[in-house]
């Protein structure tokens, strides 16, 4: 199974040593997040082509940041310029229709993530085949079980799926990468965020905290080894010190 290279966005000067990074590591699946400055982004992107060349793909994520009109003229244009693999999140998928009109007004494949966090909207959007590509996971509807027989069920409606990710531990990773790998239908350029942690729960590194691909999982069950010393130290770090918010709160209360 091939995983993405997680591009934070910056200059464009800091776009290129990430990517320079990323190719000699064998990545070739670069995602951006967009949506925020349509300009800087879209020197980012003329920075991310030129480093790694035509052949390698670009994915955006724009977080339902557009309106219809303004997501067409910004696909096109970049897709034009720097060449667009898929789009996620483009619109606000509520209502669906959006994504519809979306698909009829630009070349590029389009990718639901927001939108799909029951069973029941799942398979609307499936249905619906408002999206080229499914990007959700097993936290999202519940179960590995039920994530696996929702992937079989983009399949049969000719879709593709994306495992998504929300800073996962390895354990987690671990247990999306067998279904990831039992499925016809996965992408390349699954979603990973190990490159990005500190430390880890496993004895062992799973092999997305260094590089692109991992393979066939050979060990009984998650094919996982956790470090009981590690686990007990931030389960006792989660009793002193809360849950972890990854996000700074503001409040005026």
Same mark, same amino acid.
């Given at each position: 199974?091939?995983?993405?290279?997680?591009?934070?966005?910056?200059?464009? *000067?800091?776009?290129?040593?990430?990517?320079?990074?990323? &190719?000699?590591?064998?990545?070739?699946?670069?995602?951006?997040?967009?949506?925020?400055?349509? *300009?800087?982004?879209?020197?980012? @992107?003329?920075?991310?082509?030129?480093?790694? $060349?035509?052949?390698?793909?670009?994915?955006?994520?724009?977080?339902?940041?557009?309106?219809?009109?303004?997501?067409?003229?910004?696909?096109?244009?970049?897709?034009?310029?720097?060449?667009?693999?898929?789009?996620?999140?483009?619109?606000?998928?509520?209502?669906?229709?959006?994504?519809? *009109?979306?698909?009829?007004?630009?070349?590029?494949? @389009?990718?639901?993530?927001?939108?799909?966090?029951?069973?029941?909207?799942?398979?609307? #959007?499936?249905?619906?085949?408002?999206?080229? #590509?499914?990007?959700?996971?097993?936290?999202? &509807?519940?179960?590995?079980?039920?994530?696996?027989? @929702?992937?079989?069920?983009?399949?049969?409606?000719?879709?593709? #799926?994306?495992?998504?990710?929300?800073?996962?531990?390895?354990?987690?990773?671990?247990?999306?990468?067998?279904?990831?790998?039992?499925?016809?239908?996965?992408?390349?350029?699954?979603?990973?965020?190990?490159?990005?942690?500190?430390?880890?729960?496993? &004895?062992?590194?799973?092999?997305?905290?260094?590089?692109?691909?991992?393979?066939?999982?050979?060990?009984?069950?998650?094919? &996982?080894?956790?470090?009981?010393?590690?686990?007990?130290?931030?389960? *006792?770090?989660?009793?002193?010190? $809360?849950?972890?918010?990854?996000?700074?709160?503001?409040?005026?209360?």
């Amino acid at each position: 199974v091939d995983y993405f290279c997680y591009l934070a966005q910056g200059e464009p *000067e800091d776009l290129e040593q990430q990517c320079r990074d990323a &190719v000699d590591r064998g990545y070739t699946c670069f995602y951006l997040k967009v949506g925020i400055d349509a *300009e800087a982004e879209g020197e980012m @992107l003329a920075a991310i082509r030129r480093t790694i $060349g035509p052949d390698r793909k670009i994915r955006i994520d724009a977080n339902e940041a557009w309106s219809v009109p303004e997501a067409a003229r910004l696909i096109n244009r970049w897709d034009d310029a720097h060449g667009i693999d898929f789009v996620e999140a483009p619109v606000p998928i509520d209502p669906v229709e959006n994504m519809l *009109e979306l698909r009829g007004r630009v070349p590029v494949a @389009l990718c639901a993530n927001e939108g799909l966090g029951r069973t029941a909207d799942t398979m609307r #959007v499936i249905r619906s085949r408002c999206a080229d #590509v499914l990007c959700f996971s097993s936290y999202w &509807v519940g179960t590995l079980r039920r994530f696996h027989t @929702l992937c079989h069920a983009a399949h049969l409606e000719g879709q593709s #799926v994306c495992k998504h990710t929300h800073g996962e531990l390895g354990i987690a990773a671990a247990a999306g990468h067998h279904v990831m790998l039992s499925i016809p239908n996965a992408t390349d350029g699954i979603q990973q965020t190990s490159t990005m942690m500190e430390h880890e729960l496993l &004895v062992e590194p799973t092999p997305i905290a260094e590089g692109p691909k991992w393979g066939w999982i050979e060990k009984p069950g998650l094919g &996982v080894e956790v470090d009981e010393d590690r686990m007990q130290h931030y389960h *006792e770090a989660y009793r002193r010190d $809360g849950q972890f918010l990854p996000y700074r709160i503001e409040t005026d209360c």
